[in-house]
């Protein structure tokens, strides 16, 4: 048995995944249906700067094929697409990949495979390998995280990404919970992904990709759907509170939407480079 002393001393006699699963029952949340969004999710975020910002840190050859886990509509797989040879879009939301080959056919992009399937399922046998892994905000819902890092590595040839949320992300979250007389869920922090790749083997980088575009509203009345969305849905009295609260913070910006000066996105991008390569 290790003894607590030896178990502060040593991360990596710690067992990570235990923490990770610890913060992740915590949360006891029902899976939102992505497919009821797919259509309104690209304009919710047409003026945010994520997808820019982490594809000026990938490492990607014309020749690269690619896979995009949690791929959504496409924010990523199309302006990738063009600039490897292939590829492939998993996610679990069927509208979500019907919004993906909608945009590649009006881009004239034929590199693009699609296909429906829950990230937890993902293995080396069923999706094939792949030059290059991209997990992009779509780390946070899985449990066995130890197993999926694992078979992450397995499909890459030469490199992995992923981005989970950094301590920014949801602090505006916690302030709407609060003020509703919510509880308030954690994600389980990044810290445990770093830790774990470092337990199984693995030499990770990490580093914060700071969004500097606000998440911009048409009306009040698309705030309100989309935060009681994010949360999970709200009763009539909640949603009279956040309201009032909206009313007293939004601004108008240039871009004529109203805009939350105080909620912000911070997303920490981990990488590693397939050893041998």
């Known amino acids: 048995m290790i003894k607590l002393e030896e178990k502060i001393s040593d991360p990596k006699k710690l067992d990570w995944e235990y923490f990770w699963r610890k913060e992740h029952r915590k949360r006891d949340e029902k899976e939102k249906d992505w497919d009821k969004i797919a259509i309104k999710f690209g304009k919710w975020i047409e003026n945010d700067d994520y997808a820019e910002k982490l594809i000026n840190k990938l490492i990607i050859e014309k020749s690269d094929t690619i896979l995009d886990l949690g791929c959504g509509e496409g924010t990523i797989s199309i302006p990738l697409a063009k600039k490897s040879s292939k590829l492939t879009a998993i996610d679990l939301s069927e509208r979500m990949l ?66 989970i949320f950094g301590a920014e992300n949801k602090k505006y979250e916690k302030v709407v919970a609060e003020l509703l007389n919510k509880d308030y869920k954690t994600y389980p922090h990044y810290s445990y992904i770093f830790n774990l790749l470092v337990n199984i083997g693995i030499s990770p980088n990490a580093e914060n990709l700071y ?23 709200l009763n009539f009295e909640e949603n009279k509170i956040l309201k ?14 109203l805009e939350n000066p105080f909620e912000k996105a911070e997303w920490v991008l981990i990488w590693w480079k397939k050893e041998g390569n």
């Not at 390998?129 to 890459?156: C, G, W, Y």
């Not at 500097?212 to 509203?217: D, K, L, P």
Request: aromatic content about 6%; proline content about 1%; hydrophobic content about 35%.
């Open 244 to 257: 009032k609260h909206l009313e007293e913070i939004l601004v108008l910006n240039q871009r004529g939407k």
């Open 98 to 163: 019907e919004q993906i080959i909608e945009k590649a056919n009006k881009e004239g992009l034929n590199n693009i495979n699609t296909k429906k399937m829950d990230l937890r399922d993902i293995n080396l046998n069923n999706v094939g390998p792949h030059d290059v892994v991209i997990a992009s905000r779509s780390v946070n819902s899985i449990f066995s995280i130890k197993d999926f890092l694992k078979n992450l590595n397995e499909i890459a040839n030469k490199y992995v990404y992923l981005t």
């Open 211 to 233: 969004c500097e575009s606000s998440i911009e509203y048409e009306n009040m009345e698309d705030a309100l759907k989309r935060i009681a969305w994010r949360l999970g849905g």
